[in-house]
């Protein structure tokens, strides 16, 4: 049988690479990235002079132990990085790295593709100055730069907070942080979120560090505009629906992070629906098994939980491969993994309550506010395919105006169409269908 296979090198796919050689396998890691560590432990390039405490803060620990960890295991592993898996098929792997394209038989395959931001149109949304909040976090991370002199944060979820503080922390001012959920939202979620008590004191002594440096932090905020050729400031209107402008020459927006699914949908892993998380996400067990054979998933392409839960769910998805291919393993421990997992979870439902996603952004936006920017589909582009053409679902609706068909696959537009057409329609968002992911999954080169 082929070596197993790992996708990502964030929290999750090191856990499992280490768990995989612990029992004396050779797995293949494959990383599009340069260096291992994920979005969330994302290294710098080499001369970078910040230190871990100044990069990762309060998580500098585990992602240095983490770090450590894989580059200890040597060529006890394939490390393959910057390397893209553009394609999966039945038998096959294919790739794209730095030597040109390549393909590999298959061997028990686990994703561990992590997360994005999610992301709504509003107008002025795709100027230059305006980023999402985990673009916004790659550039003081991986480059050390700031996206601006002056950022305003808008959207909703704990990224919110931590990002701007990361930037307060780093020199940057910080216009404003708006967020579109209510602080009542958060009240009612405490009961969830006391399931991770280190995390929840950590979210609030960011809000509190921000507030104590005077940092405006407003609630329930609808985004209205970016404006300038260039970012000049954002128009906004606050929970009483009063119109406001802050000056900035950057913005930062995200609704929360949704999972990369595309590979374990080519890799032929079924979908399901999730109400709280608003979106479809593959089949797994409670370990990370797929019903796909010999395809497990883990971290946040799997279901969005944070670093933490990504890393454990990275050792319980190895133990599950290894278990399929006869290993004995230890009962006790997966137990153990399970239990923490579910507090995990309980954990994350929590920030569903916390920080609901806006879906009424969607009603007010203009006919010319774009939705799928790299095709160019506008807002009312969609409901033009909704009302005029009879798109009956999501999929139809890509067909005849193309939101989804562009260089990101619908990472960008593609729950937004979703729940566009869902409100168009009148219909739960679950009976909007969801964009199918198709090869390539990220642009390669034709020769």
């Given amino acids: ?70 580059d200890a295991l040597g060529d006890r592993i394939d490390y393959r990085p910057d390397t893209l898996v553009w394609s999966i098929e039945p038998e096959t792997i294919h790739l794209q790295g730095p030597a040109g394209r390549d393909r590999l038989d298959r061997g028990p395959l686990l994703l561990a593709t992590g997360a994005t931001d999610r992301l709504l149109p509003v107008e002025g949304w795709t100027k230059p100055g305006v980023f999402s909040l985990g673009g916004s976090q790659v550039a003081l991370k991986a480059q050390g730069c700031a996206i601006g002199r002056r950022v305003v944060f808008c ?29 009542a939202d958060s009240v009612r979620a405490l009961p969830l979120l006391a399931a991770d008590p280190a995390k929840l004191v950590r979210g609030v002594y960011y809000l509190a560090w921000l507030r104590a440096h005077g940092v405006p932090i407003h609630y329930g905020v609808r985004p209205v505009s970016v404006h300038g050729e260039a970012v000049t400031g954002l128009t906004w209107r606050d929970a009483g629906r009063r119109l406001n402008e802050t000056s900035c020459d950057a913005v930062a927006m995200g609704y929360g992070l949704r999972s990369e699914t595309q590979l374990a949908d080519l890799a032929g892993v079924p979908f399901r629906f999730d109400a709280g998380r608003r979106q479809y996400l593959p089949e797994t067990d409670q370990d990370g098994r797929s019903p796909a054979a010999a395809v497990y998933l883990a971290g946040d392409g799997a279901a969005v939980r944070g670093a933490a839960a990504a890393e454990t769910a990275g050792r319980l998805a190895a133990l599950a491969l290894l278990a399929d ?123």
């Fill in 1 to 70: 049988m082929s070596a197993p296979i790992v996708v990502g090198a964030g929290p999750a796919g090191i856990s499992a690479a280490l768990t995989l050689v612990e029992a004396g396998l050779r797995p293949l890691v494959i990383d599009e990235a340069a260096r291992a560590g994920g979005q969330i432990f994302r290294r710098p390039p080499p001369g970078f002079v910040r230190p871990p405490a100044k990069l990762y803060g309060a998580d500098a620990g585990a992602g240095v132990r983490l770090h450590k960890a894989f």
């Fill in 325 to 447: 291919l006869g290993h004995r393993v230890d009962t006790a421990e997966r137990d153990a993994l399970r239990a923490r997992m579910n507090r995990f979870e309980r954990f994350a439902r929590g920030l569903d309550v916390a920080f609901p996603f806006p879906v009424d952004l969607l009603d007010g936006a203009a006919d010319d506010t774009l939705l799928c920017r790299c095709e160019a589909v506008t807002v009312g582009t969609m409901r033009h395919a909704v009302a005029d053409l009879g798109a009956e679902e999501v999929n139809r609706a890509k067909a005849f105006v193309r939101p989804g068909m562009g260089r990101c696959q619908g990472r960008m537009c593609g729950l937004a169409a979703s729940e566009l057409y869902a409100r168009l329609r009148g219909l739960p968002l679950d009976q909007a269908g969801r964009l199918r992911g198709q090869a390539p999954v990220k642009p390669i080169p034709m020769a």
């Fill in 155 to 183: 959207g909703t979820g704990p990224l919110l907070y931590l990002v701007a503080y990361q930037y307060a922390k780093a020199g940057a001012k910080v216009a404003a942080v708006l967020d579109t959920s209510k602080f």
